[in-house]
């Protein structure tokens, strides 16, 4: 079955430090992988996406991600945290033949900030 | 430019009940998808239109409905209210429909059912 999985719930880290958040999937093809950042009480804002060409793409506030076909991850990176970053982070994937532009979500993971 | 935007912000409803929520898309943008977030989880696909023809359907009863207007705004129509419908209900933008282009949510509508 085609599925988004983002391993980890909760995700704390110090102000500062680095953060890597994890997203597989499992579909017949590579798709179309975005990650988006919903603060709360808010809608979802997206920060990057991946659709062909360079693996490690860059996006807003920082954010990079890494596509590896090898191992059907799209792993969301930051270098170093700060506060503003706590959030849920939702990595979502569109089928490259599908109809439409249906977004299937991973269950998102939480960032909490220490300071 | 504004933005995708959707209202109400919040509202509170009893069980049975009728819901409209409604979306403007931005502007020039034909395309209006509608997502269902249960606290805790990530969105799950209700309906896409795009020109005004529902374009795409998520695994949802037909309590759930939704139109498309000729300016493009949306609504999204859930009859029979059940508490499992609380959840935030986003709509997302794009300007056409194929797969792939940069979609863009509002900030949702929080439906309470009591």
């Known amino acids: 079955a085609q599925s988004v999985t983002q391993p980890d719930i909760h995700i704390t880290v110090s102000e500062g430090a680095s953060l890597e958040l994890r997203c597989n999937y499992s579909y017949g093809a590579t798709p179309y992988l975005f990650w988006y950042v919903q603060s709360p009480g808010q809608g979802l804002q997206l920060l990057l996406k991946y659709f062909s060409g360079d693996t490690l793409v860059q996006g807003i506030k920082g954010f990079e991600a890494e596509f590896k076909r090898s191992q059907s991850s799209f792993n969301l990176r930051k270098p170093s945290v700060h506060w503003s970053d706590a959030a849920e982070y939702f990595c979502?994937?569109?089928?490259?033949?599908?109809?439409?532009?249906?977004?299937?979500f991973g269950g998102g993971t939480r960032v909490l900030v220490k300071p | 430019d504004a933005g995708v935007t959707q209202s109400p912000t919040h509202l509170i409803k009893t069980r049975g009940q009728h819901v409209t929520l409604r979306c403007s898309p931005i502007s020039g943008h034909k395309s209006v998808s509608w997502y269902q977030q249960v606290l805790g989880q990530g969105p799950q696909f209700i309906f896409q239109y795009y020109e005004k023809e529902e374009r795409g359907r998520g695994n949802f009863p037909d309590r759930f409905s939704a139109r498309q207007f000729p300016n493009y705004s949306s609504e999204l129509n859930v009859n029979a209210l059940l508490l499992g419908d609380s959840a935030l209900y986003l709509c997302a933008s794009s300007l056409i429909q194929n797969q792939g282009f940069g979609y863009t949510f509002g900030s949702g509508t929080r439906l309470t059912v009591v």
């Open positions: 979502a994937v569109v089928p490259v033949k599908a109809a439409g532009n249906k977004l299937t």
